[in-house]
């Protein structure tokens, strides 16, 4: 049984599960939830605004805990509580394409305040008995891209180091969020000890939703799959439902939500190129046991090595089937472009592509901005580019993309400061705008990361 697999599982993992169920909460939680409430957030189908919900905790505390508990102890959610309004925004391209348009999920507050009363202990038995899987990065507390990109980063390194070839194969999950079975969902939460099935059942079951766009509203439409949009459970609900996706697989893999990665390390591309095809066939076939689909035509394949080393490879082929997978030199994951030489070119070349735009657009507005607005600016639309996940890929650049980083960094430093193109930037002008050098500031946010462990 299904159950049986979690509970081997997770004994050979040395976790035994226990029968956990969801306790009533207090007052008191119910009031702390109420006030941290954001007020300016957009309201439900139910038309009640946070605003009114913050400022009457103190009032309407015994209402809503009464409301969370019938909840907990019957085992159902309202009606009431499970539908939501669906407003389309525009992402990018014509927007006569339904396909350029993301759907935001609007739920109602109440429900919210409930499901942090699921969600804090749910997640606090996954945490104590550490079953969620280790290499899992999204949507945990102390986890984010960046433990992820170093975790991938440093063990690539590592393997090139000792004079081997690390190939990788990034799944393209489509709509993985959205055709999360029900039913296989509830049997994976008993699975791993969570004796509250009957509650997510009716939470998940019966769902609806509206969509507002043009000032018109659609008729209500059943949503009968997939973890809840905009949701506080959604996220954990998800990343339990992929946690069994590593027994699918021999080599190693990294996730972060549906973000995966397949990673297997050899002295012999063509023998890394047909383990990936095995690991990559073996995970295709959890993905559709699961009802998730991948797509093939988005999916990719890279090779790392040394430079000369790669030169050599004549060929890299990655197969899922009768399919053969994209083979890239330089792949995005996270948002970070790593090259298959593990040279940073790529990443530098973009951070620096990206500051010079902003830069320049910043310029035009120059005499409309003060020191404190450039300052800020700066930090918010610049800075952040260097900063994103540095600790996983400075500290294997080389010395000359390290200078162009400075060279880029004194720019924006002249303009904050209003100085001339050539004005020489030191230790005084730094400690005027409140900046590190870029070594420096990798160091502080290095430190962030030690700190957080």
Not at 53 to 71: F, P
Not at 177 to 190: P, S
Not at 260 to 265: M, P
Request: glycine fraction near 6%; aromatic fraction near 8%.
């Amino acid at each position: 049984t299904t159950s049986h697999i979690f509970q081997t599982h997770y004994t050979n993992k040395g976790i035994i599960p226990k029968s956990h169920k969801i306790s009533k909460v207090t007052e008191e939680f119910v009031y702390k939830e109420l006030c941290k409430l954001n007020p300016t957030k957009s309201t439900g189908i139910d038309g009640i605004k946070p605003k009114f919900l913050k400022d009457g905790a103190e009032v309407i505390k015994g209402t809503i805990t009464h409301i969370v508990n019938l909840s907990i102890e019957t085992g159902t959610v309202p009606e009431e509580l499970k539908s939501a309004i669906v407003k389309p925004l525009y992402k990018k391209n014509s927007r006569l394409e339904v396909g350029n348009y993301r759907p935001v999920s609007l739920l109602c507050i109440v429900s919210k305040i409930l499901e942090r009363a699921v969600f804090v202990q749910v997640q606090k038995y996954l945490n104590d008995n550490n079953i969620l899987y280790e290499f899992q990065s999204g949507f945990r507390k102390s986890y984010s891209t960046d433990t992820c990109l170093i975790n991938l980063m440093d063990h690539i390194r590592m393997l090139v180091s000792k004079g081997k070839y690390v190939g990788m194969v990034l799944l393209d999950l489509q709509k993985a969020f959205d055709t999360v079975d029900h039913e296989i969902l509830c049997k994976k939460l008993e699975g791993m000890g969570i004796d509250f099935t009957e509650w997510f059942k009716s939470y998940l079951g019966g769902r609806q939703q509206v969509v507002v766009a043009n000032e018109t509203t659609s008729e209500p439409g059943i949503v009968s799959c997939g973890v809840p949009q905009g949701s506080i459970l959604g996220p954990l609900l998800f990343l339990c439902y992929v946690n069994d996706m590593p027994i699918s697989v021999k080599c190693k893999l990294l996730l972060y939500a549906d973000d995966s990665a397949l990673i297997v390390s050899g002295s012999d591309p063509q023998a890394i190129a047909s383990l990936l095809s095995k690991e990559l066939e073996s995970c295709r076939q959890w993905l559709m046991d699961n009802k998730l689909s991948l797509h093939l035509g988005k999916t990719e394949s890279i090779l790392f090595g040394p430079k000369k080393k790669l030169n050599k490879v004549e060929s890299f082929e990655v197969k899922c089937g009768n399919e053969t997978i994209k083979h890239v030199k330089s792949v995005k994951y996270l948002g970070l472009q790593i090259d298959n030489d593990l040279s940073g070119k790529s990443i530098v070349n973009e951070i620096i592509k990206k500051a010079n735009s902003r830069l320049t657009f910043l310029y035009r507005c120059r005499e409309m901005l003060n020191f404190e607005s450039r300052k800020t600016l700066c930090s918010a639309l610049i800075q952040c580019q260097f900063d994103y996940s540095c600790s996983s890929w400075y500290p294997g650049i080389g010395k000359g993309l390290q200078d162009k980083l400075q060279v880029m960094q004194n720019k924006i430093i002249r303009f904050i400061l209003n100085l001339d193109n050539r004005a020489h930037i030191g230790n005084r002008e730094l400690a005027k705008t409140g900046f590190l050098k870029v070594p420096e500031r990798v160091k502080q946010l290095k430190l962030g990361h030690v700190i957080k462990i």
